[in-house]
């Protein structure tokens, strides 16, 4: 894999709470992509290939109650490293930029931050799941996690979004520390805000990237 910097495609991806407005966003940027004529991956996880969709539903099956904490973090990084192999990295590789709905800072927030899951460990089973690629920018849309859950149907609700209010607000709790962490590769954008204002505020960012990348290809 090439090292981020020495690619002319990006990727990119968005995390946050439920019902903020990642896979509205992350559509919306895939259009914008695709009426520029660039080729354009948009995938999301758990998902993408036919394996980690097949791990997905174990995931988020309801009657999966018993699932331990453990094979939950086991599971979401599986399904990761086939997305990952699969597709991600041959999409880059071959000048498509990917938009994903969701990736590794999910399973930090949500399997460490919310259940717990030892940071380290985390750590290092994302590294060798990913082969560590990490993306070139991860949007966070923050919004009160009482907020994302109102916006989605209950009777609809999946194993996750079926946690208590106070687990939500772990996840929001622990994307925020990550976001701080990561200042240069992490975007925080106000979930309240109108799609359109969410929108145009991503299409800056990323068209500023894009700008530092070009000048600074042009330098060397
Ligand atoms: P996520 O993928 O983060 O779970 P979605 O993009 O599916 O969230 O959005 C959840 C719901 O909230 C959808 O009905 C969507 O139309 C709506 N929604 C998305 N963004 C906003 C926003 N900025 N303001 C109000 N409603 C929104
Ligand atoms: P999904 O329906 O895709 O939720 P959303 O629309 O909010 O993205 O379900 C994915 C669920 O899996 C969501 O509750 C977050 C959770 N998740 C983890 O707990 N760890 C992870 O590493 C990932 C990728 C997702």
Sequence with gaps: MKKNRDRKAIFITFEGIEGCGKSTQAELLADYFRKQNRKVLLTREPGGPGISEQIRSILLD????????????????????????????????????????????SSI????????????????????????LMPDITFLIDLPAEKGLARIKKEDADRLESESIDFHRKVREGFIRIAREEKKRYIILDGENSI????????????????????TEQSQ
């Design 62 to 105: 309801i009657d999966n109650s018993e699932m331990l904490a453990e094979t939950e973090m086991l599971l979401y990084m599986a399904s990761r490293s086939q997305h990952t192999g699969e597709w991600i990295i041959p999409a880059l590789e071959s000048g498509t930029n990917v938009i994903s709905d969701r990736y590794y800072d």
């Design 196 to 215: 359109e204002e969410i929108q145009s505020e991503i299409l800056k960012k990323i068209n500023e990237y894009e700008g530092r990348r070009d000048e």
């Design 109 to 132: 927030a949500y399997q460490g931050a919310a259940r717990k899951i030892n940071r380290e460990i985390i750590d290092i089973i994302i590294k060798y799941a990913t082969f560590g």
